[in-house]
């Protein structure tokens, strides 16, 4: 059992991305280095040339713009070799239009696939699961979402977690449920009878009580 936690080992959130080297279709990338002072959404796929996988990073390539204005780079990852990765970016390309400009790691001998855990046994030990890892500029793993190999991932849902760790780190708040830009946002609970007192009395916030209160940024 050991043995087996120790190949399929899951990073979590907080911890800080391993780091590591790889062949990708941009060319070698040393994660840290390609991280530098920007976000970074990692996400894997199962395999090349298969039809959810090519609407997924079709959705990643159309909107790869709207990742860069939240300064985020993006980084796939497939256990497939560098030439299949090609020819799969030229076929879609060809086909639709799609062009997948963005590196993806030819991991064929899973090193990278082991080190994020994106291997899970019982659904698959030779293709990696849809995992999707958001990491900060200071290369800690801030968000982690999985999904199986047959369901495809939502990108309005990874732009709008993506936009909400921003807006929340940079204001000092918190999200509320299914919040969006432009919602209110939540204002960190009191955490002394003195606050508790002060928050009661603030008309400028709206308030359900003092520890839930939100206010407009």
Known sequence: MEDFQNQYSMPRIGDQAPDF??????????????????WVVLFSHPADFTPVCTTEMSGFATRKAEFEQLNTA???LSIDSVHAHLGWVNNVKNNTGVYFDFPIIA??????????????????????????????????????????LNVGRNMDEILRALNALQVADKNKVALPLDWKPGDKV???????????????????????DFYLAKKSL
């Open 74 to 76: 993006l980084m796939g």
């Open 186 to 208: 939540i204002i960190p609970p009191p955490k002394t009878l003195a606050e508790m007192e002060e928050r009661l009395a603030d008309t400028s916030c709206e308030k359900v």
């Open 21 to 38: 080297e790889a062949v990708t279709t941009t060319g070698k990338i040393k994660f840290s280095e390609y991280a530098k002072d920007r």
């Open 107 to 148: 991991d064929i001998d899973m090193k990278v696939s082991k080190l994020y855990g994106m291997l899970q046994p019982n659904e698959s030990e030779t293709a990696a699961v849809r995992a999707v890892f958001f990491i900060d500029p200071t290369k800690k793993i801030r968000l982690i979402m999985y999904y199986p």
